[in-house]
């Protein structure tokens, strides 16, 4: 019925008019709208713009869309956008290819480790800082790009200072390259490749580009922090613009006293602005899953105790393991009658924006990862906010319209904090970023030209990491072929490491599996109210061997499940119930669903490095080994007292209670992490051979007579 298809057809049309005007006029209404013509501009004058915008300015999705209507993609160029989180840089280009009007991959694309979802025909690419670095090293000019954006650059993430140290060395090469012959050979102030060696390949073992002819490469650095000085100075002073975020007038109340109980305090403060102040939700900062869970669990003891009218108080988490489908719950309008308040950690700092905020708590504390190079232990540590945070947390409140901020601290400690968060490269094992820039050719790590110089025994100790792994050699330079293939996987570098090895003891597939598995967050998801089931039901996948290896039974069981469901039904519905089965079963099914993206791609990456995939079967013996020779400074010895010894620092730690060897008789052990949290532990286990250490690495181990 030729009329039927036509009023559907109609229909379809109305609603893309009604979308397409309805996402023009959110454009329009955005800050940034305003000063679309003098940024351009400003790009156009500028090789190097600062942009200062608040979070909710639109700089993100917009500034991209600007530039390419400008005409910076002219010459086939692209412009690529950095993200410190995978999350935002999906996220952001789902939108912004809504925005143009175009399927997902096409002019608009995304690229994230593990997942490219570009085209040719790409022009605005949204990427983590990582994949970046990655793409340098086959591309040092990064001559595809004519625009490179690091945005929220004042997170001060690890890649981002070395992504920005390496932008700025890949600008000036390209300044010059404009201006010199085909046959002119650079040597960058950095070191990084840019000369012949070794008849014609580069140290990183990549065939050197001539330099082409390119044109000067303009880089935006994108901060929602006020401060742009720093970012102006390190860049030789470049210019730094403001744009005005959305922000209505939020009040800041101050606590008398500083708080001795910071749990109580929130808890007592949540239940003061539901009961006596107007409609709007809560947005509670807290340190981590554990605080968050303490949290609920008093709201809803204390919520009972209120008359039935005031119970309507829904209690939200929001953290980083949390399964996906909870964590979008917080972008659900509560009930009519009914208040939000979400516990969050600082992911809805700037990663998320939550509609319907009106009040913020905020204890003045945030967990961060630290690392000391004397002792190898990495530590999660609470520590202050910085201030930046402390405005990012209160904005919160304004987004929408006026609000309040509850922090947790006298006036008098605000005044105290630091400016800006400590960054990264401060605080970190740095072995990875020493192990990329070595295949960026930069050989001299000390005086590699950081924004902010790292710890120079933190150096020390990281190439010392790598020379026992046999990365580098004694001049400091990737060995071959071990180094070159540890930089061509996009892991840490034990990892890495660890699969090289496992192609020659016969059990590559599982330690693909085992490195898929390591590479992302919590596996189980196990909610308090169901603490004794989840147990139970874990149990069922425990090996006696360790952690390693009941990872890589939940792998082949949820593989098993697949392909049964797959034989009766299709594709989508066998992945619905594999939902389910991951429900049933304590599993984090967007854990799982990443890890078997991982293996994918790493399994890709080691085929086209030749390395032999080959299974061990059910004779997990030869995995255990393998683990024991890659993870060999990870290697524990149990103590009277029931506590273990690290080997290579002496430390003593315990086996963390959600290991499945909690309570091992295991005399010797590897572990992948040690944390420090109240107490010194460590995390995913297995036991091994004492003897086995100075047989596979005897660079480290040796037996006494």
């Not at 309805?22 to 713009?49: C, F, G, H, W, Y």
């Not at 200072?161 to 000036?172: F, H, P, R």
């Not at 070191?191 to 935006?220: D, H, M, R, Y």
């Not at 059910?618 to 103590?639: G, W």
Request: one cysteine or more; proline letters at 4%.
């Amino acid at each position: 019925m030729p009329s039927m298809a036509t009023g559907n057809n109609n229909n379809n049309n109305n609603q893309f008019v009604n979308r397409k005007n309805k996402i023009d006029q959110q454009r329009k209404s955005l800050p940034i709208a305003s000063v679309e013509k003098r940024l351009v501009e400003e790009v156009r004058k500028n090789d190097t713009l600062i942009i200062v915008g608040e979070t909710g300015s639109g700089k993100t999705t917009q500034l991209p869309q600007y530039l390419f209507n400008g005409g910076f993609c002219r010459d086939g160029g692209i412009i690529g956008i950095t993200q410190p989180r995978r999350v935002a840089a999906v996220t952001v280009a789902k939108r912004v290819a809504e925005e143009c009007g175009v399927e997902l991959g096409q002019k608009v694309g995304y690229s994230i480790r593990f997942e490219d979802v570009t085209s040719m025909s790409t022009r605005i690419k949204y990427m983590t800082d990582g994949l970046l670095l990655r793409e340098a090293l086959l591309d040092p000019y990064l001559s595809r790009y004519s625009v490179i954006v690091v945005d929220e650059a004042h997170e001060r993430t690890v890649q981002t200072d070395v992504l920005l140290g390496l932008l700025k060395d890949v600008q000036k090469k390209r300044s010059r390259s404009s201006n010199a012959s085909n046959n002119d050979h650079v040597k960058s102030n950095n070191g990084a490749l840019v000369k012949e060696e070794n008849n014609g390949q580069t140290s990183s073992g990549f065939k050197q580009q001539l330099v082409k002819k390119l044109n000067p490469l303009k880089l935006i650095i994108m901060s929602a922090s006020l401060d742009a000085r720093g970012f102006s100075e390190y860049f030789s002073g470049a210019k730094a613009v403001h744009v005005q975020g959305r922000q209505f007038p939020v009040d800041i109340l101050y606590t008398a006293q500083p708080e001795t109980d910071c749990l109580d305090a929130a808890l007592v403060t949540i239940l003061q602005i539901h009961l006596d102040e107007g409609p709007g939700d809560i947005l509670v900062f807290l340190s981590g899953q554990e605080e968050i869970e303490s949290i609920e669990s008093l709201v809803r003891e204390n919520l009972k105790k209120l008359p039935e009218a005031k119970q309507k108080l829904l209690i939200l988490p929001l953290f980083s393991s949390l399964p996906s489908e909870k964590q979008m719950k917080v972008f659900t309008p509560a009930a009519v009658g009914f208040r939000k308040v979400i516990l969050a950690t600082n992911i809805a700092e700037t990663s998320v924006t939550i509609p319907g905020i009106k009040y913020v708590i905020d204890p003045g504390l945030v967990k961060v990862r630290s690392y000391s190079p004397d002792s190898g232990i990495e530590s999660l540590i609470v520590v202050k906010t910085s201030k930046a945070q402390a405005l990012q947390r209160s904005g919160r409140a304004g987004r929408e319209g006026p609000g309040k901020c509850f922090r947790l601290y006298p006036e008098s400690r605000f005044e105290g904090l630091d400016d800006s968060t400590v960054p990264e490269i401060k605080r970190c094992n740095l072995s990875n970023v020493i192990l990329q820039l070595s295949a960026l050719g930069v050989d001299d790590i000390i005086g590699f030209d950081f924004m902010e110089k790292p710890d120079r025994m933190a150096v020390i100790k990281s190439l010392e990491l790598l020379y026992l792994l046999g990365a580098l050699t004694d001049e400091k330079k990737l060995s071959d072929p071990i180094g070159h293939q540890m930089a061509r996987l996009p892991l840490e570098p034990n990892d890495s490491k660890a699969l090289i090895l496992a192609s020659q003891f016969g059990c590559l597939e599982e330690m693909l599996i085992v490195v898929s598995m390591l590479s992302v967050e919590s596996i189980f998801y196990v909610p308090r109210e169901k603490l004794e089931e989840s147990r139970a039901v874990i149990k069922s996948f425990s090996s006696p061997d360790g952690d390693h290896l009941t990872l890589l039974n939940v792998y082949r069981a949820c593989l098993e499940f697949l392909e049964k469901n797959k034989t009766e039904n299709s594709n989508d519905k066998a992945e619905k119930n594999l939902r389910r089965w991951c429900k049933d079963n304590f599993i984090n099914n967007r854990s799982l669903k990443h890890a078997r993206d991982i293996y994918k791609q790493i399994r890709e990456n080691v085929e086209r490095m030749g390395l032999k995939i080959s299974s061990c079967g059910d004779d997990t013996l030869q995995l255990r080994r393998c683990l024991a020779a890659s993870y060999f400074l990870n290697a524990a010895l149990k103590q009277p007292d029931g506590t273990f010894r690290v080997l290579a620092n002496g430390q003593i730690a315990e086996v963390h209670p959600t290991s499945v060897l909690r309570r091992t008789k295991s005399e010797c052990i590897i572990f992948y992490n040690l944390v420090q949290t109240t107490r010194n532990y460590v995390r995913n286990v297995t036991r091994i051979d004492y003897l086995w250490l100075a047989e596979l690495a005897p660079q480290c181990y040796a037996l006494k007579d």
